[in-house]
């Protein structure tokens, strides 16, 4: 009888495995078989490689001037205009191409402020392309386990995280390479230059990262522009506030959290916040008592409203 049982839910177990699999064949295929692949560079599909792929690496830091008329173009502070992006994408992909062709040796001549520049504006370009290369954002493209952990997560439906691998594929070919989001952030940003205000000049592309801006970053005016950024982000009640106590409560956006040690830790972060206050505000923001604390963060895509 024991045998029985056991041959019973074997039995059992490969009926659920083999409707798992049809479930997550079916999850991962396209909506809509007819649909036409997301409009990109020179006529190829988005699960193509773009033209810039095959690009040698031999060229200087392009001056940024190109991304600046993009981004001019698109961005509606706090959002951005991805129908417009995805319809007028020729400046991006061209300028995504001079990334591409930018020789590492390049890079390693120009100066600190030039070379973090450029590595913010490929973060930055690499996401919107990112996004128009699968614009609309839909559900039913990540399978699905991908569907079950947005689902746990609580991923909006239009998030960035409907894109398969979102931050991990090697999409965006610069300085010879293709490179991954979390590549340029993780393993080139944030180790290289040690520099934590790039947390207020990087976008994701979610309504509650911090905004991107209508002009590229450049070396010549790099520490004015991050500073602009710190301070608009401050300006924003859904990003920064000072709450009364006591003790008071310094409450920040989501992803001052999970990049703290940037800063230093809790206590980096007020240090950090109290150098662009003074006053009252200052003084609450040191008080050995006063608590961080952060904002929940909404991962909706920075899309104008339609």
Same mark, same amino acid.
């Given at each position: 009888?024991?045998?029985?049982?056991?041959?019973?839910?074997?039995?059992?177990?490969? *009926?659920?495995?083999?409707? $798992?699999?049809?479930?997550?064949?079916?999850?991962?295929?396209?909506?809509?078989?007819?649909?036409?692949?997301?409009?990109?560079?020179?006529?190829?599909?988005?699960?193509?490689?773009?033209? =810039?792929?095959?690009?040698?690496?031999?060229?200087?830091?392009?001056?940024?001037?190109?991304?600046?008329?993009?981004?001019?173009?698109?961005?509606?502070?706090?959002?951005? =205009?991805?129908?417009?992006?995805?319809?007028?994408?020729?400046?991006?992909?061209?300028? $995504?191409?001079?990334?591409?062709?930018?020789?590492?040796?390049?890079?390693?001549?120009?100066?600190?402020?030039?070379?973090?520049?450029?590595?913010?504006?490929?973060?930055?370009?690499?996401?919107?392309?990112?996004?128009?290369?699968?614009?609309? &954002?839909?559900?039913?493209?990540?399978?699905?386990?991908?569907? &079950?952990?947005?689902?746990?997560?609580?991923?909006?439906?239009?998030?960035?995280?409907?894109?398969?691998?979102? @931050?991990?594929?090697?999409?965006?070919?610069?300085?010879?390479?293709?490179?991954?989001? =979390?590549?340029?952030?993780?393993? &080139? $940003?944030?180790?290289?230059?040690?520099?934590?205000? &790039?947390?207020?000049?990087?976008?994701?592309?979610?309504?509650?990262?911090? *905004?991107?801006?209508?002009?590229?970053?450049?070396?010549?005016?790099?520490?004015?522009?991050?500073?602009?950024?710190?301070?608009?982000?401050?300006?924003?009640?859904?990003?920064?506030? $000072?709450?009364?106590?006591?003790?008071?409560?310094?409450?920040?956006?989501?992803?001052?959290?999970?990049?703290?040690?940037?800063?230093?830790?809790?206590?980096?972060?007020?240090?950090?916040?109290? =150098?662009?206050?003074?006053?009252?505000?200052?003084?609450?923001?040191?008080?050995?008592?006063?608590?961080?604390? @952060? @904002?929940?963060?909404?991962?909706?895509?920075?899309?104008?409203?339609?």
């Amino acid at each position: 009888m024991k045998k029985s049982l056991v041959l019973g839910i074997a039995a059992i177990a490969s *009926v659920v495995a083999v409707v $798992i699999l049809v479930l997550w064949q079916t999850q991962a295929a396209p909506a809509n078989d007819d649909s036409p692949d997301p409009p990109s560079a020179a006529g190829t599909s988005a699960t193509e490689a773009p033209t =810039d792929a095959a690009m040698p690496a031999t060229g200087q830091i392009p001056s940024h001037a190109s991304f600046t008329r993009v981004l001019d173009e698109v961005v509606r502070m706090p959002r951005v =205009d991805y129908q417009l992006l995805q319809e007028r994408r020729e400046g991006l992909d061209a300028y $995504i191409e001079d990334l591409a062709r930018t020789s590492p040796e390049a890079l390693e001549a120009a100066s600190r402020n030039e070379q973090l520049a450029f590595w913010i504006n490929a973060y930055n370009a690499c996401m919107l392309r990112l996004v128009i290369d699968h614009y609309p &954002i839909e559900t039913g493209r990540t399978g699905l386990f991908g569907s &079950i952990r947005n689902r746990v997560a609580g991923y909006p439906d239009n998030s960035v995280w409907q894109i398969p691998d979102v @931050f991990t594929r090697d999409h965006c070919r610069v300085a010879g390479q293709d490179r991954s989001q =979390d590549e340029i952030e993780h393993e &080139i $940003i944030r180790p290289r230059f040690q520099e934590p205000r &790039i947390h207020f000049a990087v976008n994701c592309a979610a309504l509650s990262c911090p *905004v991107l801006w209508p002009t590229a970053y450049t070396g010549d005016d790099l520490d004015a522009q991050l500073d602009r950024a710190v301070r608009h982000l401050m300006e924003g009640p859904g990003h920064f506030r $000072i709450e009364d106590g006591p003790p008071a409560t310094l409450r920040l956006n989501k992803v001052l959290d999970w990049y703290d040690e940037d800063f230093g830790g809790p206590e980096g972060l007020k240090t950090f916040f109290a =150098d662009y206050l003074d006053g009252e505000e200052r003084e609450a923001v040191l008080r050995s008592d006063t608590r961080v604390e @952060f @904002f929940d963060y909404d991962w909706t895509l920075n899309d104008v409203p339609r």
